[in-house]
């Protein structure tokens, strides 16, 4: 029987539903708060992750008009037929995904990496359905957004890597609901296949750290200094994929072989430049205060930071912490700024480049030495300035191209 779905919002996600829809032999129709003030009569609501609950007026005529409401990601999972390795947490989702979907791939499995990675599990879902294939498995990377509205999502193992503050402008009890939302990935999942990232010390850990080596028991599976995942947020991420996998599997791949070729994604601590003796590092992903202490930790000279961006309703006050000799200077631009440059308390130089980025960088270069690092790890989301975290990251790099040295002093 043909149902009359309305989806609300015409992202990426929004199409994937109704390509999904059409497959499914739904009649599917996308609308946007933009487009129109009443919500059309359905028998079911498909949000995308994007839309905000407590700005939507078309979300809050959804919630109280009696149709069910559910998010892409319900919708998906309900025709789904393949096995889900879900991955949760403020920070480290995409490259936790990207690393278990390359280990399953090592060991021989049709595995597929899918979800707030960029492509939606409806879309392959429906590739599925049209070319009756199914995938062996899928690292589903799923964000607090998706998990709001996925009441009977229940994927075969599920990790949450961290929690820190972000996104608590969307829920009226900000970061207890954001909590609360990111803890749901368990909801459905057995306890023997829940993994907890290495920051949660109270939780039980089937791979644990030593230093540099990631151990099972009193086995050392591998030295991280042999990989391009050394740095602590790493580890973790890895520790988490290894554990998927070894659920999925009842193995671990051979490692360090399995592990050696794979590079974290662009935009995530990832040299660009290097411009009369200073490295420029594009850290854009960083879209949290969790973030940037991760790619602090992973600096191993003097810092000029660039932070800023737009607000997310976060708790800035862990920058307060920030101080030299690790932080050379700090530049401040975006939206935020002022509220950041509150936050901060340690003594060394702030400058502020408003909401210009050339000046931004121009004015990092100045503050630098040679041997320092500027690094962009903005701490806040991009799109004050930009269209994405990606092309802020684009930008800097092209700009810091541009620098001579008649920029520095």
């Known amino acids: 029987m043909k149902r009359n779905i309305v989806i609300l919002g015409a992202g990426v996600s929004g199409n994937a539903v109704k390509k999904l829809a059409q497959v499914l032999g739904d009649n599917a129709k996308i609308v946007c708060d933009n487009d129109t003030d009443l919500l059309p009569a359905c028998d079911l609501v498909v949000a995308s992750p994007g839309v905000p609950p407590l700005k939507s007026h078309l979300y809050q005529q959804a919630e109280n008009s009696g149709v069910e409401l559910i998010g892409e990601l319900e919708y998906a999972f309900r025709t789904c037929r393949f096995p889900l390795l879900a991955i949760t947490g403020t920070n480290g989702k995409t490259t936790t995904t990207e690393l278990t979907s390359h280990l399953l791939k090592k060991c021989g499995v049709d595995a597929v990496a899918a979800g707030n990675i960029g492509r939606p599990l409806a879309d392959v879902v429906a590739d599925a359905l049209v070319s009756g294939r199914n995938p062996d498995a899928v690292a589903l990377e799923v964000s607090n957004f998706q998990l709001e509205k996925a009441p009977t999502f229940a994927p075969f193992a599920a990790a949450l890597l961290n929690l820190a503050s972000d996104h608590e402008d969307r829920y009226r009890d900000g970061f207890a609901g954001y909590c609360r939302v990111k803890k749901s ?115 191993q000279s003097p810092v000029v930071l660039l932070l800023g961006g737009l607000d997310k309703g976060m708790d800035f006050a862990p920058f307060g912490k920030l101080a030299p000799p690790e932080i050379r200077a700090v530049v401040l631009f975006g939206e935020c700024r002022k509220k950041m440059r509150d936050a901060l308390k340690g003594d060394f130089p702030v400058f502020d480049g408003g909401m210009d980025f050339v000046e931004t960088l121009k004015l990092a270069a100045q503050a630098s030495r040679q041997g320092d690092a500027v690094l962009l790890s903005p701490g806040c989301a991009s799109f004050d300035m930009f269209q994405s975290y990606g092309e802020r990251g684009d930008r800097f790099r092209e700009i810091a191209l541009q620098l001579t040295r008649d920029d520095f002093p």
């Open 185 to 299: 990935i368990f909801d459905r999942v057995d306890a023997a296949h829940r993994v907890y990232g290495l920051s949660f010390a109270d939780m039980p850990h089937r791979i644990t750290r030593s230093g540099n080596s990631l151990c099972d028991g009193d086995t050392v599976l591998l030295n991280t200094r042999e990989t391009a995942l050394a740095a602590p947020h790493n580890q973790e991420n890895l520790a988490a994929a290894l554990e998927l996998t070894h659920l999925f599997l009842g193995k671990y791949p051979v490692l360090p072989g399995a592990v050696a070729d794979f590079r974290p994604g662009a935009h995530r601590i990832e040299r660009v430049a290097e411009i009369a003796g200073r490295s420029f590092i594009d850290d854009s992903k960083a879209t949290n205060p969790h973030a940037v202490f991760a790619a602090l930790a992973a600096m």
